[in-house]
């Protein structure tokens, strides 16, 4: 069983930056790939940002590509998204997942998941 904690969501005006932050217990962290989605209201949850287990891999949304960064720190047990050059159409709650394996999922999908964090609101004004 693992347990993700999210944090770093809050408030920012357009243009602005924010972190967030997800920390892993419950098992070794080194073992799951990482994956960041959001969700607006009304919308579906989509992909954002999604790293390989020892980091070496990143795959992001067309939408954030440029603009955010995620990374993972395996001795802290915990995976971020550096989000930089917000848009209102940001918006939306941020949910961190983890793919606990063995075998690899489609990066992208939901579905490839086996945890999930309790998710972060992002607001973007503009």
């Known amino acids: 069983q693992v347990q993700l904690v999210e944090s770093g969501g809050g408030l920012v005006q357009a243009g602005g930056s924010l972190s967030l932050s997800c920390a892993a217990s419950g098992r070794t962290f080194s073992n799951f790939a990482m994956a960041w989605f959001r969700q607006a209201p009304g919308k579906e949850r989509e992909f954002v940002a999604s790293?390989?287990?020892?980091?070496?891999?990143?795959n992001y949304a067309d939408s954030v590509k440029g603009r955010f960064t995620i990374s993972r720190d395996n001795a802290k047990n915990t995976v971020y998204l550096q989000m930089n050059a917000l848009k209102p159409e940001d918006t939306a709650v941020y949910y961190c997942?983890?793919?606990?394996?063995?075998?690899?999922?489609?990066?992208?999908?939901?579905?490839?998941?086996?945890?999930w964090g309790q998710g972060t609101q992002v607001t973007v004004s503009s």
């Open positions: 790293i390989s287990r020892s980091g070496g891999t990143t």
């Open positions: 997942a983890a793919d606990a394996g063995p075998n690899s999922g489609t990066f992208y999908y939901t579905l490839s998941y086996d945890y």
